[in-house]
């Protein structure tokens, strides 16, 4: 049974999700085991799932456990941006140099050619025992090598060329931090290596960290031995497998659901948390967990929230991309907010202050133009509207996932295809080759694939209801 560890804010959505499917989870924090009632076990992971920058979750771990949790938050979670590295984090190869530049060197070994930024004493065909420092998301991305490379175990990794002893950031005890270091001198002392205990050593016995200690050494020593005798390049020992999924929020929706089934959860907790609302979430689904009415709560909550969002002046734009990452737009100044059906619609106004070309429109952008952007709740596009002088310049309505609008803040995943409206034309749809480059690649999931197209179908079919061509009157672009 593949055993996962979990951390971070989806942490008890992703373990239920796991526990369903038969995985085990390990080294579970308390919150975690009371809530899904399961015991103590703090073995080693196969893979760590955990939060990561943008909006992500980071899947990393033995490769072929590792990719089947990667595949199994992609199918369950349907509506996500993913990625995964072409090669396997800290995996060992044997390399030849192939050309030598001031600086770094171009190794071949056999797989891929790496780029190895030590170069101190190689010369072109020179053999070279190298390990794989960074991931490598593309085939345009070069694979980072190093020379420090390390044979990764359960409790430990032991590291070439670089002698010293270091720590997880979780093993904090001074005391344990000694008794770990007393176990690697005895069993290193004049071997060269180095050694960093991972988080897991802190629940292991002494006797299995130092069995292991040595069981790596030996191979260690057996490595170099194999790497003399062989001529051609190539894999000498495995890595770890390293995925990204970008959550969108109907990923987290999703994710809201799977958490309800555990504990109270209000609609859109998982969007909140994400934008520092723990503190408020945790009261009100306390209150819930104390047997008040989750709707009255909700709906309580919820109202809060939107009087925060419209009493908010400035709001930065955050714009996931699957192509690009993130991007902070330039911000954007609340000029009317409506609630329609519940959810919260806003207009907010940029002023450009350099010139530019509008994307899409080919037309030029100069300082003091100004964008009406429209965004709505539960809406597959964010339209942006320019005007110069108060005089409609064009539109671009871009498709994306619903956004999230908090106080202060708006996000959202961009699909990758728009819909460009100019003055007297037809609209034009654009960008449907790169979208179906990125399905093909698995970067973009088939429902995103599909959704985006439905969304494009029905804006072409009705631009005029998505453009907002009335700089004065903005309260009726929200009609």
Not at 58 to 81: C, D, M, T
Not at 267 to 281: A, I, N, Q, S
Not at 350 to 360: E, H, L, Q, T
């Amino acid at each position: 049974m593949t055993k996962v560890r979990v951390r971070g804010i989806y942490a008890t959505a992703l373990s239920h999700l796991f526990l369903k499917n038969g995985y085990k989870i390990v080294q579970p924090s308390d919150v975690i085991a009371n809530r899904l009632n399961i015991s103590f076990d703090n073995s080693p992971p196969d893979v760590t799932v955990k939060d990561a920058e943008d909006d992500s979750i980071l899947v990393i771990g033995k490769p072929y456990e590792a990719r089947s949790v990667f595949h199994l938050l992609s199918k369950s979670l349907k509506f996500v941006f993913r990625k995964a590295s072409r090669v396997e984090l800290n995996s060992v190869y044997l390399g030849r140099v192939e050309k030598v530049l001031p600086g770094t060197c171009v190794v071949d070994v056999g797989e891929f050619k790496g780029v190895l930024r030590d170069c101190k004493g190689l010369f072109v065909n020179d053999k070279v025992i190298v390990g794989v420092s960074k991931p490598s998301w593309s085939e345009e991305e070069p694979v980072e090598l190093t020379r420090e490379f390390k044979l990764l175990g359960d409790y430990v990794s032991l590291i070439h060329g670089n002698p010293k002893i270091d720590f997880s950031e979780y093993i904090r005890d001074k005391e344990l931090k000694n008794r770990l270091s007393a176990i690697a001198l005895s069993k290193l002392l004049g071997s060269g290596l180095g050694v960093k205990f991972r988080s897991s050593a802190r629940f292991a016995d002494p006797g299995d960290v130092g069995f292991e200690i040595e069981a790596l050494l030996n191979e260690y020593k057996r490595l170099i031995e194999v790497a003399k005798s062989i001529e051609n390049p190539g894999k000498v020992r495995t890595g770890e497998f390293i995925g990204l999924i970008s959550l969108t929020s109907i990923a987290k929706k999703i994710l809201d659901h799977e958490r309800r089934s555990v504990t109270p959860t209000v609609p859109g907790h998982h969007e909140l948390k994400g934008m520092g609302f723990g503190d408020e979430l945790d009261l009100v689904e306390k209150l819930v967990g104390n047997g008040c009415e989750m709707n009255i709560v909700g709906n309580g909550f919820r109202e809060w929230v939107c009087s925060k969002i419209s009493g908010m002046k400035r709001f930065r734009i955050l714009h996931y991309s699957p192509v690009k990452g993130v991007r902070e737009l330039t911000p954007g100044f609340l000029k009317h907010f409506k609630l329609v059906e519940g959810k919260a619609c806003i207009v907010l106004e940029r002023v450009f202050r350099s010139k530019g070309i509008y994307d899409g429109l080919g037309i030029e952008k100069l300082p003091g133009d100004k964008d009406l952007m429209i965004i709505k709740e539960g809406s597959y596009v964010v339209s942006h509207n320019y005007f110069r002088n108060g005089n409609w310049l064009g539109s671009y309505i871009n498709i994306n996932t619903p956004p999230e609008i908090a106080p202060g803040i708006v996000k959202y995943h961009d699909l990758v295809i728009d819909i460009v409206v100019k003055p007297g034309e037809n609209p034009v749809l654009i960008d449907l080759d790169q979208l179906s480059q990125l399905n093909t690649k698995g970067v973009v999931s088939e429902q995103l694939y599909f959704l985006a197209e439905k969304v494009a179908d029905l804006v072409i079919k009705n631009p005029q209801a998505y453009v907002c061509e009335n700089y004065r009157e903005p309260d009726k672009c929200l009609i």
